[in-house]
């Protein structure tokens, strides 16, 4: 099959409960008459799933989240004619997954501990062994590697024979000890009530304080230290996303079962989330690796092939690495990260040159993609290196924080990867005209719209969300769950009513194809796109200076539709 998908109208991207508390709420929203013939397609984020952190993206099962959602909603979507677009987190799993729970319970006899990446097998042979008993690899071998956190990525596995051993953990991680009483450590140092209880005491304090358990001081009690430090070690406790080992022919047949249950969701495009991380050798990138990264792909897509399923890889890069290039080229959708940055430049700048440079390499080279606004994430900003200057991407990364929005950067290393946390309304000023012209403006661009619910319903920056969610928090500031009375008020704004209108003329015109004839002309502020199919012309002449805009759409030049 082709791995293109065919459906080309507006997509809603939401998670199952950013639209009145759950999916079925959602739907009912989906079935008033405002919102009627305006979306095709629905991104529903992870947390659909049995999930544990980061909103969704660390998957226990893929099993339905039963206070979010159930089957039922999911075939009410599909009886609005409404596929949907879910995700498949290729190169991690919970540590709460029934495959790792495994290898704490049952160690070196659990049939999944090559499940995950054990690290000392990993780097067998390519290092060194520390105190702490994990391999710390030849500075050669790991030189190209990229590690989202500092130092490197493990976490250290406590098994019931009482060795810690290391597996590969690329993003998130914490190791909780349990709070314990006198009964405990009367059982754990075989001591006297009295001297349990002061025990319990020096531990709770020392682990609410920051310390390791080998970090506490036992003063009176440190000869029975050694057996409390055992105690603690083997009842601790994980959160985290552990990185699958993708040599097991287990992970495979894993890999297959989850794709045949999105499918059967009624799924049509499955994104492929951080599948750039999860092939791994020695000495080679951990990130986009080759041509590991395209073997893989490969592999995944004779999966997807079974199940009629359009895959959607996950990367963020530059313009100028060309990734997005190499994905097109190999018969795959993409997501337009640039468009969003775009969009706001020309809009500052009035000028729409790059936005028409962009529009055309899209058109020439006949790539499909995604594109959006606003997402769950930030506005990607350095992904525009080659096609901006570096002194407009930092302007643009100034006015948006300017406006209240959020830098993201990695381990303080900014010029490798980061975002600017903001919703889409706040980055342009919390202006209606504005947004407006930028939903017009990704109406006619080449490709899928995606379409974020806070983008939709006008929504500014949370920053009340940010605080409630502490260190960490940036990206709730695009996260607001609106209940039902605050879509029932939205659907009254007239922002809100024009963007149904236009996402109506998106969905039902017949000149909106990804076989129609684009073009896109461009001479200051001043824009034209225009889309013709058959004999159905769907145009937009915009003015980026003042935010003016008409659409039309006519049939053998009669003029059927004007927005």
């Known amino acids: 099959m082709t791995n293109l998908c065919a459906n080309n109208a507006p997509m809603l991207n939401a998670y199952p409960d950013s639209m009145g508390g759950t999916l079925s709420d959602i739907i009912a929203i989906l079935r008033k008459p405002e919102m009627q013939d305006t979306l095709g397609s629905f991104y529903i984020l992870p947390s659909l799933f049995n999930t544990d952190l980061d909103r969704g993206f660390s998957v226990i099962s893929y099993d339905l989240n039963s206070q979010l959602a159930s089957e039922e909603d999911l075939k009410a979507l599909a009886d609005l004619s409404i596929d949907l677009k879910l995700d498949f987190i290729l190169n991690h799993a919970s540590v709460l997954s029934s495959q790792f729970q495994d290898i704490i319970a049952k160690g070196e006899e659990s049939e999944y501990k090559d499940f995950f990446i054990n690290w000392n097998e990993f780097w067998k042979g390519c290092g060194e062994m520390t105190p702490e008993g994990y391999i710390q690899p030849r500075p050669e071998?790991?030189?190209?590697?990229?590690?989202?956190?500092?130092?490197?990525?493990?976490?250290?596995?406590?098994?019931?024979?009482?060795?810690?051993?290391?597996?590969?953990?690329?993003?998130?991680?914490?190791?909780?000890?349990?709070?314990?009483d006198a009964q405990d450590m009367m059982k754990a140092a075989g001591v006297q009530y009295y001297a349990a209880d002061e025990i319990a005491r020096l531990v709770n304090e020392g682990i609410a304080g920051g310390k390791k358990p080998g970090e506490i001081d036992f003063g009176k009690?440190?000869?029975?230290?050694?057996?409390?430090?055992?105690?603690?070690?083997?009842?601790?406790?994980?959160?985290?996303?552990?990185?699958?080992?993708?040599?097991?022919?287990?992970?495979?047949?894993?890999?297959?079962?989850?794709?045949?249950?999105?499918?059967?969701?009624?799924?049509?495009?499955?994104?492929?989330?951080?599948?750039?991380?999860?092939?791994?050798?020695?000495?080679?990138?951990?990130?986009?690796?080759?041509?590991g990264t395209w073997e893989v792909l490969e592999k995944v897509q004779a999966l997807a092939d079974r199940y009629q399923l359009s895959l959607l890889p996950e990367i963020h890069a530059s313009y100028g690495e060309g990734n997005y290039k190499d994905i097109a080229g190999k018969g795959y959708m993409t997501y337009?990260?640039?468009?969003?940055?775009?969009?706001?430049?020309?809009?500052?700048?009035?000028?729409?040159?790059?936005?028409?440079?962009?529009?055309?390499?899209?058109?020439?080279?006949?790539?499909?993609?995604?594109?959006?606004?606003?997402?769950?994430?930030?506005?990607?900003?350095?992904?525009?290196?080659?096609?901006?200057?570096?002194?407009?991407?930092?302007?643009?990364?100034?006015?948006?924080?300017?406006?209240?929005?959020?830098?993201?950067?990695?381990?303080?290393?900014?010029?490798?990867?980061?975002?600017?946390?903001?919703?889409?309304?706040?980055?342009?000023?919390?202006?209606?005209?504005?947004?407006?012209?930028?939903?017009?403006?990704?109406?006619?661009?080449?490709?899928?719209?995606?379409?974020?619910?806070?983008?939709?319903?006008?929504?500014?920056?949370?920053?009340?969300?940010?605080?409630?969610?502490?260190?960490?928090?940036?990206?709730?500031?695009?996260?607001?769950?609106?209940?039902?009375?605050?879509?029932?008020?939205?659907?009254?704004?007239?922002?809100?009513?024009?963007?149904?209108?236009?996402?109506?003329?998106?969905?039902?015109?017949?000149?909106?194809?990804?076989?129609?004839?684009?073009?896109?002309?461009?001479?200051?502020?001043?824009?034209?796109?225009?889309?013709?199919?058959?004999?159905?012309?769907?145009?937009?002449?915009?003015?980026l200076s003042d935010c003016t805009y008409e659409i039309t759409g006519t049939d053998g030049g009669e003029t059927l539709r004007i927005l």
């Open 141 to 180: 071998l790991i030189k190209d590697m990229f590690f989202r956190k500092p130092g490197l990525p493990i976490l250290m596995v406590r098994f019931p024979d009482g060795r810690d051993v290391p597996y590969w953990n690329t993003f998130y991680q914490e190791v909780k000890y349990p709070v314990v």
């Open 221 to 291: 009690y440190r000869d029975v230290g050694g057996k409390v430090i055992d105690y603690l070690e083997a009842h601790r406790k994980y959160l985290g996303q552990m990185d699958l080992n993708i040599k097991s022919p287990k992970v495979w047949a894993f890999y297959d079962s989850v794709l045949k249950r999105l499918a059967d969701y009624g799924a049509k495009i499955v994104r492929l989330d951080a599948f750039a991380y999860a092939p791994k050798e020695p000495g080679a990138k951990n990130f986009l690796n080759e041509p």
């Open 336 to 543: 337009d990260f640039f468009l969003p940055g775009l969009i706001i430049d020309a809009l500052e700048n009035g000028d729409g040159a790059t936005l028409k440079v962009w529009a055309d390499e899209l058109i020439s080279k006949g790539i499909r993609t995604v594109n959006m606004l606003g997402c769950h994430d930030g506005i990607p900003l350095l992904d525009l290196k080659g096609l901006l200057s570096e002194e407009r991407i930092q302007s643009l990364i100034d006015t948006i924080v300017a406006r209240g929005g959020m830098v993201k950067d990695l381990h303080g290393q900014k010029n490798m990867y980061y975002q600017v946390n903001a919703t889409y309304y706040s980055a342009l000023g919390e202006n209606d005209r504005k947004l407006l012209m930028a939903r017009a403006l990704q109406l006619f661009m080449p490709g899928k719209p995606q379409i974020w619910y806070l983008d939709l319903f006008a929504g500014k920056n949370d920053y009340e969300a940010v605080r409630r969610s502490g260190a960490g928090g940036h990206k709730e500031i695009n996260r607001t769950n609106l209940t039902r009375e605050q879509v029932e008020e939205a659907l009254k704004k007239d922002v809100v009513i024009k963007q149904l209108e236009m996402l109506r003329f998106r969905t039902t015109f017949p000149a909106f194809s990804f076989d129609a004839d684009i073009s896109v002309l461009a001479e200051g502020s001043r824009m034209t796109f225009t889309w013709q199919k058959d004999d159905y012309t769907a145009q937009l002449q915009a003015d």
